[in-house]
Antibody
């Protein structure tokens, strides 16, 4: 399973860090991805970090590039989403999920998903 | 606009069958489609992977199919507890990161 933590209320321009703890699987062998869902809206992909077998490289959605940073600590089975320069449009429930392998390919899915962490950006 | 197009809503009576379509574009052609089920206030759950495969525990009332740039999720023998939002997900080779979702379909039973 995966469990997110670290959500909360933050002012526009502020920062917040979310953590995603994995258990029950060899964390270091899998890509981990972050998603978000704004109130009443659909799912949006935020970013993905590949396993070290695939260089630990990271991709981001255009909407968060330059503001959000994804990292991983395989020794602790934790993935982290550092969010800076937050905007009101970043208000959403943020989910992390385990990839189907060490990277993302044309056949890849995400499972399981965490319970989500609510991030509210408001003054 | 989402890269994958789904109808905003579908409905059916208990016991009936409904299908939810997911239409992509040239940049998603040939890649697998996956489906997720989401109940209000809860996390998405993988329902179908690799176009037509069910994870353990998913009833065989749920089935998926794929053809060209389109895919469908079929739910037979509708039950009240199937009422949820359904999302398709795939790979887009024209985008950095490549992960794309449909806009979601609300199923009303």
């Amino acid at each position: 399973q995966v469990v997110e933590s670290g959500g909360g209320l933050v002012q526009p321009g502020g920062s917040l860090r979310l953590s995603c703890a994995g258990s029950g699987f060899p964390f270091g062998r899998y890509a981990m991805s972050w998603f978000r869902q704004a109130p009443g809206k659909g799912l949006e992909w935020v970013g993905l970090i590949r396993s070290e077998d695939y260089g630990g490289t990271i991709d981001y959605a255009a909407s968060v590039t330059g503001r959000f940073t994804i990292s991983r600590d395989d020794s602790k089975s934790i993935a982290t989403l550092q969010m800076n320069r937050l905007e009101t449009d970043d208000t959403a429930v943020y989910y992390c999920a385990k990839g189907a392998g060490g990277t993302y390919r044309g056949f890849s899915w995400f499972d399981p998903w965490g319970q989500g962490a609510l991030v509210t950006v408001s003054s | 606009q989402p890269t994958l197009t789904q109808p905003p809503s579908v409905s059916g009576a208990p016991g009936q069958m409904v299908t939810i379509s997911c239409t992509g574009r040239y940049s998603t052609a040939g890649y697998d489609i996956h489906w997720y089920q989401q109940f209000p206030g809860t996390a998405p759950k993988l329902l179908i992977y690799g176009n037509n495969n069910r994870p353990s525990g998913v009833p065989d009332r749920f089935s998926g199919s794929r053809s060209g740039t389109s895919a469908s999720l079929a739910i037979s023998g509708l039950q009240a507890e199937d009422e949820a939002d359904y999302y398709c997900q795939s790979y887009d080779n024209s985008l950095s990161g490549h992960v794309v979702f449909g806009g979601g379909t609300k199923l009303t039973v």
